[in-house]
């Protein structure tokens, strides 16, 4: 279940980083994390659960989601021309 970790870690992480998104107001993307975090839940309940019937949900509903998500905020970008390194404001 070093799995079930992995998932709170990350979800962690993304609350950090929506606290500072909201510090920034960029409360757009902060609401497509803390909907994400919400999914990051049921999924560790559903790995916890064993897939037990109570806690299932529709997998491929939630990644096509989260994959439509990042292609909205991608098609905003410029395209990326060299690496980039986090850094430039709490939230990066």
Do not use: M, W
């Not at 916890?48 to 905003?76: P, T, W």
Request: aromatic content about 6%; overall charge negative; hydrophobic content about 35%.
């Amino acid at each position: 279940f070093n799995v079930l970790g992995t998932i709170d870690e990350l979800n962690s992480h993304l609350g950090v980083s929506c606290c500072y998104l909201k510090k920034e107001n960029n409360l757009i993307l902060s609401e497509t994390i803390q909907r994400t975090q919400s999914e990051l839940i049921k999924v560790s309940s559903h790995i916890a659960s064993n897939g037990e019937k109570k806690y299932s949900f529709d997998i491929e509903n939630l990644v096509a989601g989260i994959e439509k998500n990042i292609d909205e905020y991608e098609a905003e970008l410029q395209p990326l021309t060299k690496f980039i390194l986090p850094g430039g404001s709490e939230s990066s």
